[in-house]
């Protein structure tokens, strides 16, 4: 059965008063819509968290630094309810910007540390938007747990630094990337791919693999980085705007026995491509 589509607030603060009422859980899948398998992963680890599962799906022009990219990132809300349909979705929240901001609004919600480097570096007030956001869907929907995918992962590291310092009563789960059978981590920005750079595009979970591998048996970080640029570089990537091993957590400096990722964000046919893993890589 397809989720009622909620628009207003109040509305949705109503269903989720009457699921508290009878003692239930909630759960939180925030999207930007234009679903694919990844988010339905989420869905689906979130359905298992709770008896209720809301899935908010809106375009959050905060988090957006480039204006076009606001405008051509795909808005497909008739193809993500139905996709969301056979997975018995307490309720779509999918409401206009002007609910979510309404006139007056003034307050933005900035994590520093966590979200300054990589992203933070590259994508200006990309984080005090998705810190914003987070922090008022989850007044909104008032969750007991959220789930987000881990190849946003510097993303996760933020939304889970946000809920810690500002005490929020909602447990972030990190659910894993999905990937295509020839490993490319499933994004809504895929379907911009030609088919050229889309070939071109599987060499990016090789090359990241191949040099988390590299670190996690001994070799210098930065050489490993190095042959991961190489890499995209002759498998014909644009560029590369970072490709960085880092602290899991704190996306500090890895430190000798601390949890490490690998992250890249790198250009494909005008399409910009992140990813990470683990060290060593799992699976």
């Known amino acids: 059965m397809t989720p009622p589509i909620l628009r207003r607030v109040a509305d949705l603060r109503a269903a989720v008063a009457g699921w508290r009422r009878a003692g239930e859980k909630v759960a939180l899948v925030p999207t930007m819509g234009a679903l694919h398998e990844g988010h339905l992963s989420l869905v689906r680890r979130a359905r298992a968290e709770a008896a209720r599962v809301v899935v908010s799906v809106f375009v959050n022009p905060t988090q957006f630094n480039n204006p076009d990219d606001l405008a051509k990132y795909p808005r497909t809300e008739k193809a993500d309810a139905a996709l969301l349909a056979p997975l018995s979705v307490d309720a779509v929240f999918a409401p206009a910007a002007e609910e979510v901001y309404p006139g007056g609004h ?18 200006p007030g990309h984080f005090d938007g998705v810190a914003t956001v987070v922090t008022k869907l989850f007044g909104m929907v008032q969750p007991d747990v959220a789930c987000f995918g881990e190849k946003d992962w510097q993303q996760l590291q933020v939304v889970r630094r946000l809920v810690a310092d500002l005490d929020l009563p909602v447990r972030i789960v990190g659910c894993p990337t999905v990937r295509e059978t020839d490993g490319l981590a499933l994004s809504s920005r895929n379907v ?62 890895a430190r000798p026995g601390d949890p490490a990722r690998l992250l890249v964000a790198a250009w494909a046919g005008g399409v910009r491509l992140i990813d990470n893993m683990a060290v060593p890589p799992e699976g």
Not at 111 to 123: D, K, Q
Not at 230 to 253: I, K, N, Q
């Open 106 to 123: 003034a307050t933005t919600v900035r994590v520093t540390g966590v979200s300054e480097p990589l992203e933070g570096a590259h994508r």
């Open 192 to 253: 911009r791919l030609s088919a050229a750079d889309r070939a071109r595009a599987a060499a990016l979970p090789h090359a990241l693999r191949q040099a988390a591998l590299d670190v996690a048996a001994g070799d210098d970080a930065a050489a490993a980085t190095g042959r991961l640029r190489a890499a995209l570089a002759a498998a014909g990537f644009d560029s590369v705007d970072y490709a960085e091993c880092r602290d899991a957590a704190t996306l500090g400096p």
